[in-house]
Structure formats: structure tokens, C-alpha cells
């Protein structure tokens, strides 16, 4: 996500802008990826700059670190940094060969913990509609599901990195879906990458 001098980067998509087809469409990912990923990065720099002892750290150490930080970029970090986070792996959690389910430990921890794999897709969607205006909705490595406002994650809560998260802020689906989020959620789960999922879990 950086390089040796700290400045973080945009990284590419995996995959093209048109690439998850009618669930996410082209326009959205332009917007979403170029846009409002870019702005966190830009952000994100700014705020490191005005603070050169968090100069070369990774972004996890900046995140792990927000009690800590100099308090004229803390909220920029905690904003910035975290959208750079939760977004550098948003991209990589879809996939134009995505959807399906998990197999494996993960799978079998799943259904352990909520009873049967679509058990678990109605409480995580259920979740997802709960989160009042914007914010994020994970699944952590116990099978458990959890919710942040805004750009917060678990990292910043003092918990293990998610393996899995959709974002549910309106930028994320109001050009395809308006104000349905309900189907927004719906059409995601058609371009999961479970085989991303998986490789954290099994990592």
C-alpha cells in the first residue's frame, strides 16, 4: 500500500471497471475507485506529512496506532487511512467470478457459528441494513459479524483484520441502486470473492 518514503498509493483494481457486469456497474467503480478511494489517499498523505514520526510505517501501525497520534492529523488518519484500508481490500473482496460460498474450515466454521451458510448471509445482510447512514459491516476470523460507522474498522477497535467487509456508504451504490441499499447487498453477494476470503482465513 506505500513505498519506502511512506506515500501511499491508489492501487489498481484487480479487474476492470466493467468487470462485475449488472451487480456493480462501470460507472459506480469509476467513481468509487477513482474518486473517493483517491481522495483518501491524497488525504492520507497530507496528514503524514505534518506528522514525520509516523513517516515509514505501514498503514496497520498507523491504524493500531490512532490513540497515539499527533492530534492535529488524528481524525484525518482515522478517516483517511482508514478509507485507504477498508477500500484497498473492498476491491480485492469482489470478483467478476465471484459468488457462491466458501469451502472448507471456513465454510464449516460458518455454518458452526450461525447454523447454515445462508443463515449467515441473512444476519450479515441484516447487519448491513442496520448501519445507520455510512459505514461498513465485516466478518472478523471467529465467524463473527460486526459493524463501524463511517471509515472505522476493526483494526482500529484493537481487533484482528476482517475477511471480509462491504461498505455501505451511499457512494458505494446510489448511481446502480438509489436508495435501496436491500438490493445493493443482494446483488454483492453475487461477486464475493470467496477464494480472497478464504486465503485470509486459511493465512
Known sequence: MSNNENVFT????????????????????????DKHHRAYVDKLNEAIAKAPQLQGLPILSILRGLETAPGEVAASLRNNGGGHYNHSLFWQWMSPTGGGKPSG????????????FEQFIEVFSQKA??????GWVWLQPDTTIVT?????????????????????????????????RVDYIKAWWDVVNWEFVEARYNG
Open 10 to 33: 491508489l492501487p489498481n483494481l484487480p479487474y476492470g471497471y466493467d468487470d462485475l457486469g449488472n451487480h456493480i456497474s462501470g460507472d459506480i467503480m469509476r467513481l468509487h475507485h
Open 105 to 116: 474450515e471456513l465454510l464449516g466454521e460458518i455454518e458452526r457459528v450461525h447454523g447454515s
Open 129 to 134: 441494513m442496520s448501519v445507520f447512514g455510512s
Open 148 to 180: 463501524t460507522a463511517n471509515q472505522d474498522n476493526p483494526v482500529m477497535q484493537g481487533g484482528d483484520e476482517p475477511l471480509l467487509g462491504l461498505d455501505v456508504w451511499e457512494h458505494a451504490y446510489y448511481l446502480d441502486y438509489q436508495n435501496r
